[in-house]
């Protein structure tokens, strides 16, 4: 489609005078010769005070578009902004023709006609589901985990989308908290990792509507709510702060992510929406970020309540002079900016500097060539849901799973010739697995357990549902109800356990009972499934438990009695077939944990790369004068790292090349991992070091390395690892990112608790 409005031949006048030429869908930028600088600086001096401050607002979506337009209340307001161009971007509009009728707006209809950007929450497919963010930690397959990106950016571009609010990066230790389940997990070394490989797989290098902007969240400290419970506050020292929260932010700085968004907690007694050390020391001015910040939802007027802003006019000044560059709904800048620069309490120089973030990305998205880049309704037809596309979430989701327990090998199961008795809700349900956050999903789209064994013919399948999990039909803004009451349904589960040859339980969490605004103080199976799973194990031991969860689990009942826990978390649109290959053993399990698993509530937060502390045991016997419960172990239910498979992986012949390094050197270490088992797998083997001592206290463990093998039976394999300063350093006493000299240990193993050890030195 060839642009030859007279509006959309004055975009390419407006900046720089350029003669763009024809644009098409297709037109690649013809003006390389001009820096993006210059071209963003150009369009900048054509801009009204109040055409600066539209483009650092944002509204979500607020009129059907296929409809009449608003002619009242706060929708025609919103209109009216948008045809003054008073809009930068919007939320939540989604479909080609509501997004090129919107964009039409923006560029056919306001003075200078600059595009609108077009965000939504992408963050674990966009109709076609993966597994949430943490079951895709599970696979530690970084390149597995690009790919699920790119999936959901190239089906979100065909729908108009060129901007998701993902990857979430925060580090997280504490289970209780509903949004573990959006991110990596505890460790900031795999979680750095995989917010490169989220970033890469979003955006690529935005040469065609397959790329969209990403979104590193939520800048900063967010996870580490007080108690576990969402938008908490959260109160955490410098080494914390430098050392686990920002190094999977700053990854995402590496790799070229074009957006930030700011946090809804406090940090040091300031909201991070309005905090300068965080938006304007750190991201912007030490690690050089030139992309764009944007609030969270309603974030800037929410430091009312935070008590740190006087009025919404005063949260406008305090968001913007501390780095805030984009509104997010709270409409804070658009009524207010340009008063508070007449007022001479924001200069219009800081204006200025977030506009050009704002005009700067949209550049490099590719807008300005063409405004309709993602605006193709046969390309949205032929690419949303497409085959492909479902083939590459079943893989994503086998490499999900972690078998967690497999006593007497009671898996893979037969293929012919048993009774199976498949028992709980969750096998049946075709949404929950979809989880949370999927809000472009269709509901009851998802395979089922019960449909993926199905598939398999040759046993005799029964299905008894045995407890509801939720009340009703749980809905993505509400919190959901749990059944504690009703148990109608265990009747017929007991008499299909008492015939089946083996029982396979599906139990967990209904897949809104994670994520956003959902807490939990009880991190157990929810409802009466515990009482469902010992009544069945009463009359039938012989279980499979496939627990479907969005956050780690405290199960010390199942683990001491049930044979067989895979950990299948919610695994999206192919669940049901990802589980039942796994189950029968045509895919071999080769996940590990990225998050502890406590063996009680009372842990949490609980993470393998804890400090010592001064009395971390005691010589003692009868001594409770160390660290320690008086009615429970230390240690988790199941470690980070952990995760069997049908093969069994044997470690030895720990080697370093050198028991010292100095500066600009290295020593390799080096290990023999060998398959003992009967059938090829795959293995994850993982590098930790520790610093013995240091200018501040080191963690018992640090992740530093891993690579995952792949085994035939009775095969082995060197895997090497290099440790060199780079993979010692730290932020220390000095303020700063250095190595310090020292003795350490290494560790290589299967998890973070089953390795090998030795020792090495670093001296200058």
């Keep these: 489609m060839i642009l030859t409005t007279k509006k959309q031949l004055l975009i390419a006048l407006v900046i720089a005078g350029l003669n763009l030429g024809s644009i098409t869908a297709q037109t690649k930028s013809v003006t390389s010769a001009v ?3 210059k071209k963003v600086t150009s369009l900048l001096k054509k801009m009204t005070l109040e055409e600066k401050v539209g483009q650092l607002n944002q509204y979500n979506g607020f009129w059907d578009v296929t409809g009449p337009s608003p002619k009242e209340g706060q929708a025609a307001k919103k209109y009216e902004d948008l045809k003054k161009g008073l809009v930068g971007s919007m939320l939540n509009v989604k479909g080609v023709k509501e997004v090129r009728t919107l964009q039409k707006i923006a560029v056919e209809q306001t003075r200078l006609g600059i595009p609108l950007l077009f965000g939504f929450d992408v963050i674990h497919g966009y109709k076609t589901i993966s597994p949430i963010p943490l079951a895709e930690s599970a696979s530690w397959d970084l390149q597995a985990i690009q790919q699920s990106a790119a999936m959901a950016a190239e089906e979100a571009g065909a729908v108009g989308i060129n901007w998701t609010f993902a990857p979430m990066v925060d580090i997280s230790r504490d289970a209780r908290w509903g949004r573990v389940m959006e991110g990596a997990g ?29 979104c590193a969240k939520h800048f900063a400290g967010y996870a580490f709510a007080e108690a576990g419970r969402d938008y908490n506050t959260v109160d955490i020292g410098e080494s914390t702060l430098q050392n686990i929260v920002f190094p999977p932010f700053k990854a995402a700085v590496d790799a070229g992510v074009r957006t930030f968004m700011n946090s809804f907690n406090e940090l040091d007694g300031i909201p991070a929406t309005g905090n300068a050390y965080l938006q304007r020391k750190i991201l912007k001015g030490d690690w050089g970020f030139q992309g764009f910040m944007v609030s969270d939802w309603g974030s800037i007027m929410e430091m009312q309540a ?30 207010h900016l340009v008063q508070l620069v007449r007022e001479g309490k924001v200069k219009e120089s800081t204006i200025d500097e977030a506009v050009k973030r704002i005009l700067r990305t949209k550049f490099v998205l590719g807008l300005f060539d063409n405004p309709y880049k993602y605006c193709n309704e046969e390309y949205e037809k032929a690419t949303v849901g497409k085959a492909e596309f479902h083939q590459q979430v079943l893989e994503m989701a086998k490499k999900s799973i972690v078998l967690l327990k497999n006593k007497d090998e009671i898996l893979p199961l037969n293929k012919s010739g048993q009774k199976i008795a498949l028992i709980g809700a969750l096998a049946a349900d075709k949404t929950s697995p979809l989880g949370s956050w999927r809000i472009a999903a269709d509901d009851n789209t998802a395979v089922s357990v019960l449909e993926g064994l199905q598939a398999y013919k040759d046993n005799q399948l029964t299905y008894a549902k045995g407890a509801d999990v939720a009340l009703g039909e749980p809905k993505f803004v509400f919190e959901t109800k749990i059944n504690t009451t009703d148990k109608s349904g265990f009747e017929e589960a007991i008499a299909a356990a008492k015939n089946a040859d083996v029982v396979v339980m599906v139990l967990g969490e209904h897949g809104l009972q994670s994520g956003e605004g959902r807490s939990r103080t009880d991190i157990g199976l929810p409802g009466v499934q515990q009482e469902l799973l010992e009544a069945v194990y009463a009359v039938n031991p012989k279980i499979v438990l496939v627990l479907t969860n969005g956050r780690p689990l405290a ?8 044979s067989a826990i895979v950990e299948a978390w919610q695994l999206g649109t192919q669940s049901g077939n990802a589980i039942a290959q796994v189950l029968y053993g045509d895919y071999n399990p080769s996940g590990k944990l990225p998050m502890t698993f406590p063996r009680n509530v009372a842990q949490v937060p609980i993470y393998y790369n804890h400090k010592n502390t001064g009395r971390p045991s005691s010589n003692e016997p009868e001594s409770v004068f160390w660290s320690h419960y008086i009615d429970e172990k230390n240690a988790p239910l199941y470690p980070f790292g952990y995760g069997l498979s049908y093969s069994k992986f044997d470690y030895s012949d720990l080697k370093l090349s050198s028991p010292s390094f100095t500066t600009n050197g290295k020593i390799e270490v080096s290990v023999t991992v060998t398959n003992s088992g009967k059938v090829a797998g795959k293995e994850v083997v993982q590098m930790y070091i520790r610093d013995l001592f240091a200018s501040v206290t080191r963690p018992v463990l640090e992740l530093k390395g891993f690579e995952m093998i ?36 290494v560790f290589v193993g299967g998890s973070s608790t089953q390795t090998l050890q030795a020792d090495f030195q670093f001296a200058q």
């Design 186 to 214: 505890e460790d900031p070394y795999l979680g750095s990792l995989i917010a490169k490989a989220r970033v890469v797989g979003f955006q690529g290098d935005f040469s065609s509507n397959k790329n969209i902007l990403a």
């Design 710 to 745: 792949e085994l035939q039976p009775n095969e082995s394999k060197k895997v090497v690892f290099a440790i060199d300063e780079k993979t010692i350093e730290f932020y220390t006493a000095n303020s700063k990112w250095e190595a310090e000299t020292g003795d350490f240990k």
């Design 35 to 37: 820096s993006l600088d």
């Design 306 to 335: 935070h008590g740190y802003a006087k009025d919404l006019k005063h949260a406008a000044e305090l968001a913007i002079n501390a780095g805030s560059d984009m509104d997010m709904e709270s409409s804070a800048y658009v009524e």
């Design 555 to 562: 199960l010390p009942w199942a683990d001491e009695h049930i």
